[in-house]
């Protein structure tokens, strides 16, 4: 549909048509990075999956390859769902993915590409001792699936991977043990549970070192490594994470914080992000990770414009040794490839202002703005009372305090008619001390009927020293925004009708009453990605 082709974009992974959801198996082969994913071949709905298959040599710019895996066995028939990736020491690839087989159970299935020393694994061979692990006593047939991608046992002679289920509203997450992928005990207990939280999907886990800014392969384990936990909460559509210790000996893992357990602590996104996976790229040592971004407009226009979702910029994540209790995303660097013609702007910014930025065209920007804060306004700033600040509940960015909100608006028109302002707002509580919140307003992104527009945010931690930061990619419906160097992100989808193309603008505004902020910004207008199918 003519109409909304501007919707699409340039540099997010996309197929060329119809419905995807989550990553599946990332993974680095012979130089090319490999991205499998949940595909509706015939329509812009969810149903029928089938893993599509691209492959990149540095994860932006991707090639389209024919299906790895469609449902055509008793076993997949109700879908080829998600999977994970595991790397022998050997080179083999073992791709361990979930079917939902002719009567609607959910098992679990072996995969291998049928030539290793093809550098596109074109060809996907499934196990004939598929399913290699059908749902344990006490678990529901609709409740067992996403296998993680498999560590080294302490004895370093078997694997081990983890599924997420539930048992009646608690979250769980169940360990086998293998040493061919085919044969599978089933470990006592649980690697961790929550009360409360429901199913578990797409379960990650992997360690992240305390103290060396490089990613860290999933079975490395000891003094000065934690390991991160991560569900997708089939209940409330986010995925969660949390940073804690791994036994391998009593198989158990134990959040450092109680409070910010898997389910009700930290998510990677407060925005839509969901179904997230890493890999390890031993190229580079980094840990990357993937999230599937669904559509916050009307079903029928998916189906109108033929296609639905796309995938996150790949972010690294690296744990945060200021505050010792985040992770920190961040895209990666490959992506700065695309950056094209900048613009600097160095301004302060009064209160209640809006300040234009010299750009036009600005439906594909990377933008960086620090802000600081009039430091004699914070002393000065009248405590507020009441329940502290929630971007969430707030009303967004037009609602005025004394120390926020400041920020920028993207995807703007001229007349401001559409924006969408990506924001801090910072609160003094009654004990003097400030808080700060990262927040992303979609509630003027546009004019259309049938979108979804949302107020999307969460507290953040700015440690002595920092200055207010954003990193926002825009391309063109999302809005991909990183706050303190990606220690909170937010993900919009934003569908606007007049900031589109060349009338998008970007502003810088300060909506306070009582402080100035100077802000300091570049950006560059970004390219495309050039996604398109492999010359085979
Ligand atoms: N999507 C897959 C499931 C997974 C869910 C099916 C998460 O394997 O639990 O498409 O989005």
Redesign the pocket.
């Known amino acids: 549909n003519v109409m909304l082709s501007w919707q699409r974009t340039a540099f997010h992974f996309q197929p060329e048509q119809n419905w995807m959801?989550?990553p599946n198996g990332p993974l680095l082969h012979k130089g090319w990075y490999h991205l499998f994913y949940?595909y509706n071949q015939e329509s812009a709905v969810?149903g029928n999956?089938t893993w599509g298959h691209a492959v990149s040599k540095d994860l932006i710019h991707w090639f389209h390859l024919p299906y790895a895996m469609v449902p055509d066995q008793w076993y997949d028939v109700n879908?080829v769902?998600?999977g994970s990736a595991t790397i022998l020491p050997d080179g083999q690839i073992i791709m361990l993915y979930?079917g939902d087989t002719t009567d609607a159970v959910q098992v679990q299935c072996l995969a291998y590409p049928a030539n290793l020393s093809d550098p596109l694994l074109i060809d996907w061979v499934k196990s004939p001792s598929n399913p290699v692990l059908f749902p344990p006593p006490g678990i529901g047939s609709k409740d067992f699936?996403?296998p993680t991608t498999a560590w080294l046992s302490p004895g370093g002679d078997k694997w081990r991977i983890t599924i997420?289920s539930k048992v009646n509203k608690t979250g769980i997450s169940i360990v086998y043990e293998t040493s061919d992928f085919i044969k599978y005990d089933l470990l006592d207990g649980y690697l961790h549970q929550v009360a409360g939280t429901g199913m578990w999907?797409?379960i990650d886990f992997y360690p992240v070192s305390l103290t060396e800014s490089n990613g860290l392969d999933t079975s490395v384990n000891g003094a000065g490594v934690k390991h991160v936990m991560k569900a997708?909460m089939?209940d409330d559509r986010h995925d969660y994470y949390a940073l804690g210790t791994y036994d391998p000996i009593g198989n158990k893992w134990t959040p450092d914080n109680p409070e910010l357990d898997v389910g009700i602590g930290h998510r990677y996104d407060y925005g839509i992000f969901?179904?997230s996976k890493t890999f390890y790229d031993q190229n580079k040592q980094r840990r990357i990770l993937w999230g599937?971004i669904s559509e916050s407009d009307a079903e029928g226009l998916d189906l109108m414009k033929g296609w639905a979702c796309v995938q996150s910029i790949p972010r690294t994540v690296v744990y945060d040794q200021k505050t010792g209790t985040d992770l920190l995303q961040w895209p990666v660097e490959e992506l700065e490839s695309l950056r094209g013609d900048s613009v600097e702007a160095d301004v302060k910014v009064g209160p209640g202002s809006v300040v234009p930025v010299a750009i036009d065209s600005a439906s594909q920007l990377d933008v960086e703005v620090s802000f600081e804060l009039d430091e004699e306004a914070v002393e000065a700033a009248v405590p507020e009372v009441g329940a502290g600040y929630d971007c969430t509940t707030s009303g967004g960015a037009a609602n005025r305090g004394v120390l926020g909100p400041f920020g920028i608006l993207v995807l703007a028109d001229d007349n401001l008619t559409e924006s969408t302002p990506i924001y801090f707002y910072v609160a003094k509580g009654a004990n003097g001390k400030t808080e700060s919140h990262f927040c992303a307003d979609e509630l003027r992104s546009s004019q259309a009927p049938d979108v979804v527009k949302t107020v999307y945010g969460s507290s953040v931690p700015v440690v002595d020293g920092e200055k207010f930061t954003i990193r926002s990619l825009v391309d063109h419906s999302i809005v991909e925004s990183f706050a303190q160097g990606g220690r909170r992100v937010i993900t919009s989808r934003v569908y606007p009708t007049k900031a589109i193309n060349g009338a998008a603008r970007v502003f810088l505004f300060n909506n306070a009453t009582g402080a100035s902020i100077t802000a300091s910004l570049k950006m560059w207008k970004m390219g495309s990605a050039d996604i398109r199918q492999f010359p085979l």
């Open positions: 959801n989550d949940q969810w999956i879908g769902w998600t979930t699936r996403d997420g999907e797409c997708s089939d969901y179904a599937w």
